[in-house]
C-alpha cells in the first residue's frame, strides 16, 4: 500500500498597488468576512498567468497585465493542517466593470492603505495577505519568464 499523496492548494493572487492602496476584496470564508488580494485556486489545465487574470477579474471586475512575480509561499491553515501554496503576481489593473463580482463569496471591491489592513489583521483571509504586501514593498520582483508552463 502507497502512503497518502500530499494534494496542496495550489492557489494565485494579485498585488495591485495604486498610490498608497492595495486592491483587496471582502470575501465569506469558513463563515466570516475577510479580506485578501483577488485570488482563488489555479484550475486543472490553466496556465498560472491566465488564472490570476481570471480570478481578478471575477472577484475585483478588473482586468489585471500581471507585471512581475512578488514570490512563492506556503502556509499550513492552523484549523484545518491543509496546506496552501501561493503563486502572488503584481501588477496593474485597468477597465474597471461595475458589475457585481461573478464569485459568490466576494462582497466588494475596495482600496485599502497599509495602514488600514494592519488595523484589520486578524481580518485576513491568512498570514499571506500582508506578507505579499510586505514583499511587495520590499522592491520583490522576479520576471514572468520564471514561469515555464508545459502541456
Known amino acids: 500500500m502507497y502512503p497518502r499523496v500530499w494534494t496542496p492548494h495550489v492557489t494565485v493572487a494579485a498585488v495591485v498597488a495604486s498610490s498608497d492602496r492595495f486592491l483587496v476584496v471582502r470575501e465569506r470564508a469558513d463563515g466570516c468576512y475577510v479580506y485578501n488580494q483577488p485570488a482563488g485556486h489555479l484550475e ?15 472577484e475585483a471586475r478588473c482586468q489585471f497585465t500581471p507585471e ?3 514570490g ?7 484549523g484545518t493542517g491543509e ?31 497599509y495602514g488600514d489592513l494592519q488595523a484589520r489583521a486578524d481580518e485576513l483571509r491568512s498570514p499571506m495577505v500582508m506578507r505579499c504586501i510586505d ?3 520590499a522592491g520583490h520582483r522576479y520576471p514572468l519568464s520564471l514561469l515555464r508552463e508545459m502541456a
Open 83 to 113: 496546506t496552501h501554496v501561493r503563486i502572488a503576481f503584481s501588477g496593474r489593473v485597468s477597465a474597471t466593470d461595475r458589475a457585481p463580482p461573478a464569485d459568490d463569496a466576494v462582497v466588494s471591491a475596495l482600496w485599502c492603505s
Open 44 to 58: 486543472p489545465d490553466e496556465r498560472l498567468v491566465d488564472a490570476v487574470q481570471r480570478e481578478v477579474l471575477e
Open 72 to 78: 512563492l509561499y506556503r502556509w499550513v491553515h492552523p
Open 135 to 137: 514583499d511587495y514593498l
Open 68 to 70: 512581475a512575480l512578488v
